[in-house]
């Protein structure tokens, strides 16, 4: 994979993607009954991508914090499989997409209790009650490992969690913990209900730039190795990335696949992270959905970065 | 994507494959019920890989014919997509992996008739309905097809519908009538059901070597460009790369592409196969299948050519 | 169960009814896409009575031919006991409840192709299938037994089938012929999947009056026995009875068992057939339905008859 | 309905009944995982009918107590009714048979939230959370009921709570947690979970016996009058009985309709209540289950008792 010839350097690159691609008009949707996912201005629209040569070029509101929800799930995921023999992870979630959302709980009871993948709400659950064996303090334990690998710009917060959102959400989290019970009465779920459910929500509300985002995903673009060494082996980092291409886009796998050509993982703060392997990671974030619940402009912004760069696994 | 530094040359590592993956004793299983596909020994094992250089490298049983079935998906999706406007096409079927073969009936009654993908029973009979409107001899059409393409050796046979089995398939294409019918009911299909699906199973009784049918697919590799001039524009060769990738494989498609990381296409008559975009095609046939109905040596062999040639996507 | 004391005579009492619920302004709907149904003027509604002490009461349009549409499941369910041991039927179909129709579907997988009840289509498709062992020409076996019990009146026409509808609608059977291929494929169904819905069609298209229906279903009042004998025996007439109870409404059969408290079918050309156990069938028809395909007028007229004389099996 | 003529007296009847189903060999099964439903003899065995004209029959263990279980849910559902604008609960619940537990979690997601019946768990939630709106403590509130409608016989206990067998069964209670959840997910549960789960549980685990069970049942055969005055509207007492007999016998309710042909409900605790409209209650008790979850000797046993006595809605 290799960076189209005569191709401009990437910073104007950036810069060019930023000035076509954050929204003018407000399109789009924020998630319902989330209040803090809907309070960033519709025009907020920032892009980071750190490559494996250790440079990190961001255009936008790249430094901004936004909430990474969904995009957790792949750190969690990193985590909990280095944190134990990873077979044993295995043996508690599939790795294949799920269809529609519908069926996931339809397949959660025909499966019996496995979930599809790491990535719907159900598997993350059984991720986080496998990472909290060792680290009880899940949320804690994410939290510094982001920290760790984004680095510290000087005058920087770093990332952090949003705890008023967590608590926000908590109070919210009905479907959640019905997920979590049935896991429990499946036998895949060790920890209490509540607490996963807890965990989990916490890891949601972390709040973190497209750089700093960029710059703890690299990892996945190094065969697992990342800033402060290995983080998950060869073996899983290239696993990680298939799951993300199969089933990090929600229901919009096979089109994110289609236009971007990356392995991709969103959240519905608004936030996409993209990796191509062996050369970088790409974070971009704006905050208005499309209908499946992907960054509108974001998805825009990676399809065109994609085209310009020729960045694309087909 | 580079073939790894100081590996030795293809046709040595193919015939290495052979040696390691040929099945010594009976292990996998054959479709029930369709007397012709559990005819061939288990011991056959071929492979072959045609490049974009122009080279096509073989090992095994790769000049013996076999049925490729569901392998004919990815070509008969192509000439319904150069036959035609692809947007018309894409509106009467999505691009999304389906979950469980279980759900592809359910999410058919809750897409009220669009099936998931065209890799699915439901929705490669309308991919078939839809090439049939330029093309009422849509197997016909889809051999001429492969025969131009995949070339002619002195001596050889090239693809041909084997009509005896293609006959005793359709007897027992209960199944195939009754999505047929549903999809009627639906108002998604244009063509009489019975017609519909006996162009469908003649197009699943196509027989073809590896060699050929790795010719056929090399332009799915070459953004679209075949032997005999543009198939499908590079937007569209993309597109069915990134089906194949997350719907290729029934419901292994997130294994294979962990294991394996390329796009590919099984058939239960044992023929798998794969694309190595920019690079080449690979096709790997021997008859034994997994429990999700995966060739089981075709499989493996293609992980370790893989692993020993470095081609991957991640 | 008896009829309360000091109630007015029977047939002022349909009279009465005829005045309170012949609909004088149109309201509900009528079956989409089946023209035949939707030509009766909207103000059509007849009643009839057939007692056990042999006498006909009835009012209105009563003698009017109406399509007795899915009312023809409980003729072809009795005529499929008697023609057999019974046992060998209910081996091939359920007698429980099916929920609601999207489930139908999901329950003929679940349950490898044995359907719910013999009045869902899948259901009546195997019922009908049964019969034709016998009886090749089952809507034919189905005409005949009907006129016999039904007697013919001076002058009348007697029950004939609609060759028009039928053809009519067997042009509009895509969903019947899709439940009878699943069927098929399930090993559920003996005779050609074409031929099982054509016999099928033709029994719904079956035209009968108000009292030509009501005395054609009189044996099960009367413990099976019929004008002419014996057509099923006790213990199949109450088993009948009480399949019609728990699913002969679509998805009303609660609300209908709470509102009438009797037995009943409804079919969509508007007819509603009710029995009361040890005293007589009762059959109103009305062409405008409700949301769930019951008829609007004949579900509030034997409710109100319910009412009136104290039938009720509660 | 009458009984038959020549009928020997009910007291000799029930002693015969006795005799004949009291289980000799240990057949059926026992729930699983819940330590305290397996402890009773395969052997006992007892029935008790309690009549409109004030009398009581009963036999065999007629007097020991056993947990009700899903018996409950008839009584909550009267007492929930008459808390209440009975419009209020039946708009958050619905009145139609479920198909089988697998579809119900599916047809909780597809009807948004609303139980297709009060005596699915979910519905029996939902009936529970609307009757501690005004009895916050509703398995208490249920408790005095039960004990002022059973009275009480010199020396006997009266109805009452096991405090342990409740204590443990909620400790096993996650997949009715996970569905009170997502009922508040839904918008259709008022009070926190685990609350209502709790009452839920207490209520299952009262212990009564099959004398106390008919008396206190009495009410629903005779047109809502119960020993203390009305507990339900006449047209409420004829709504619980019909939705007893199309909802009432988990997924073999017509089996039951058919071969019992009374309104009737069962408990994996193994008692089955059944209701003789106008006649009288009667309940039976034996602790093993068949393949459904109801009563194997009770289920014999209520079919034989129908049959002596003519006992039948067909």
Known sequence: MTTALDSPPLDLVLDDIVRNHRPRTEEGSVP???????????????IAVATSAGDVFSAGDADVPFSIQSISKVFTLALALSADDPGALWSRVLREPSGTSFNSLVQLEVEHGIPRNPFINSGALVVTDHLMEGFPDAAGHLLRFLSRE?????????????????????ANSSRNLALAHFLKDFGNLR??????????????????????????ALFLAQDGRGAQGTVVSRSEAKRISSIMLTCGMYDAAGEFAYRVGL????GVGGGILAIVPGEGAICVWSPRLDSKGNSLAGTAALADLADRTGWSVF
Chains 1, 2, 3, 4 share one sequence.
């Not at 319902?32 to 629209?45: C, E, N, T, V």
């Not at 680095?151 to 959400?169: H, L, T, V, Y």
């Not at 920890?191 to 700093?212: F, G, K, L």
């Open 32 to 46: 319902a009954g989330i209040p803090h996912l809907s309070s960033p201005p519709f025009s907020r629209f920032g």
């Open 191 to 216: 920890r209490p209900a509540q607490a996963v459910v807890e965990n989990y929500v916490r890891q949601c509300s972390i709040m973190m730039t497209c750089v700093e985002t960029a710059k703890a």
């Open 263 to 266: 392995p991709g993982k969103s």
């Open 150 to 170: 984004a680095g510290r710009r000087i005058g920087g917060q770093g990332p952090f969690i949003d705890e008023d959102a967590a608590k926000s959400e908590l």
